[in-house]
């Protein structure tokens, strides 16, 4: 079983809908769970991070986790072209000592004007 | 501006040379990563050090070295023993602990023929 599961995609959704992009893990130990976003050639840019169940937003994202389901989202609302990009979830699989944070594959994201 | 510089952007060399990346950060950031990513396989993660004069082997470590002289600098050797080495190499820091996210620099993209 990978340690991080995502759907590869694509995704794709008309501008203006909400994207949803799930996430599992493995490890019912992990603590923190972050979402980057990865355009075409380029490197990983954060744009969440949660700690606790429940959902939490900044702007047009929000994330979602669930520990007892092993199970963490990003809602994209109003989704715009220029959202379009792979999506990597990423999970800490411990508490204390190094940080070892493990990462899906990533599902890729296309929104249609 | 506080960032993570990888260099060079593109880098080519012969089969059989080792070659070496150079990762630096001026975020003050006690922790640095390194990761390599293929197409469909996600970020997968190389060596990682948390102190000076200190790292510890990732997921794929075989065929790579890496040194941690300064709090600033961690480059990453590929060594002719590696057997798949044309690849996207990332460099990432972070604070250090569980929950700080990682921040990346642009990448190096290595082709070997």
């Known amino acids: 079983q990978k340690e991080v599961e995502q759907n590869s995609g694509p995704l794709s959704v008309p501008e203006g809908a909400i994207a949803s992009l799930n996430c599992t893990y493995s490890?019912?130990?992990?603590?923190?769970f972050f979402w980057y976003r990865q355009y075409s050639g380029k490197s990983p840019e954060l744009i969440m991070f949660?700690?606790?169940?429940g959902d939490k937003e900044d702007g047009r994202f929000t994330a979602q986790l669930n520990k007892a389901s092993q199970y963490v989202s990003l809602l994209i609302r109003d989704s715009q072209p220029s959202d379009s990009a792979t999506y990597l979830c990423?999970?800490?699989?411990?508490?204390?000592?190094?940080?070892?944070?493990?990462f899906g594959i990533g599902t890729k994201l296309q929104v249609i004007p | 501006d506080g960032g993570i510089t990888q260099s060079p952007k593109y880098l080519f060399r012969k089969e059989g040379q080792n070659v070496t990346l150079s990762c630096e950060q001026n975020?003050?950031?006690?922790?640095m990563y390194w990761y390599r990513q293929d197409p469909g396989q996600g970020l997968r993660l190389i060596y990682y050090?948390?102190?000076?004069?200190?790292?510890q082997k990732g997921d794929i470590a075989e065929g790579y070295s890496v040194s941690r002289e300064k709090k600033e600098s961690f480059p990453l050797t590929v060594t002719s023993a590696q057997k798949n080495p044309t690849a996207f190499y990332l460099c990432?820091?972070?604070?250090?602990?569980?929950?700080?996210?990682?921040?990346f620099g642009n990448g190096t993209r290595l082709t070997v023929t």
């Open positions: 990423a999970v800490n699989p411990r508490s204390g000592g190094y940080q070892k944070v493990t």
């Open positions: 990432a820091s972070s604070i250090g602990g569980t929950d700080s996210p990682l921040h």
């Open positions: 975020l003050n950031h006690d922790a």
């Open positions: 490890d019912r130990g992990s603590q923190s």
């Open positions: 050090s948390q102190i000076v004069n200190d790292f």
């Open positions: 949660i700690y606790s169940n």
